[in-house]
């Protein structure tokens, strides 16, 4: 079963713009995460949220949380070409195992 | 080099054939999952295992099977009762819930 929606679930933009994508999910968490997916390849861990947080960054990425709206949004600024990709949303609940979203693939233009 | 290195890359089944995919890692992580995926459809559970000689149904068990003899592995069948098994599947391995998942690059699996 999957847990988390993200959307978009495609997105375009140009380089050098910000590139946002959301993810819904129905249950409480102890914590969200966020992957990257080249196409074909495995998955690469990007940040990890847990619930008790609201917002946190790494580098040019900015996550935010609001288990209020059981939402979080993923925030990429100043994109590059080489941030082509799916990103999916994960949630760790009750039990030790990720729950994926089905995810949103970003496509930035140079 | 810490990781997870899944093998084959490329496999190729017969229709009634069982076939074995290997994970393995170096990472001395206790837990170690399974996921398939599919096109739009995002990464669904098929098994996993929190600790050596132990294992648990995921969402999508049905037509596999796992075994956890050693704490460095976690290899994957897909029996001849798999009716859909063309799909790329994911190993990954955690070394607790306040971290992220390592994956590895991936097999895919395709029936011919």
């Known amino acids: 079963s999957q847990q988390g929606e993200e959307d978009p679930q495609a997105l375009s933009i140009q380089e050098g713009e910000n590139a946002t994508m959301n993810c819904s999910y129905k249950t409480s968490i102890n914590n969200l995460q966020w992957y990257r997916q080249n196409s074909g390849r495995g998955l690469v861990h990007l940040i990890l949220?847990?619930?008790?947080?609201r917002e946190k960054h790494s580098g040019r990425l900015r996550v935010t949380l609001d288990t209020s709206k059981k939402s979080s949004s993923l925030l990429i600024t100043a994109s590059r070409a080489a941030d082509t990709a799916s990103y999916f949303c994960a949630t760790l609940g009750g039990t030790d195992k990720l729950i994926f979203g089905t995810g949103t693939r970003l496509q930035v233009f140079p | 080099d810490g990781g997870i290195t899944q093998s084959p890359k490329y496999l190729f089944r017969k229709e009634g054939q069982n076939v074995t995919l290997s994970c393995e890692q170096n990472?001395?992580?206790?837990?170690m999952y399974w996921y398939r995926q599919d096109p739009g459809q995002g990464l669904r559970l098929i098994y996993y295992?929190?600790?050596?000689?132990?294992?648990q149904k995921g969402d999508i068990a049905e037509g596999y099977s796992v075994s956890r003899e050693k704490k460095e592995s976690f290899p994957l069948t897909v029996t001849s009762a798999q009716k859909n098994p063309t799909a790329f599947y994911l190993c990954?391995?955690?070394?607790?819930?306040?971290?992220?998942?390592?994956f590895g690059s991936g097999t895919r699996l395709t029936v011919v």
């Open positions: 949220i847990r619930s008790n947080e």
């Open positions: 990472l001395n992580h206790d837990a």
């Open positions: 990954a391995s955690s070394a607790g819930i306040r971290y992220g998942y390592t």
């Open positions: 295992s929190q600790i050596v000689n132990d294992f």
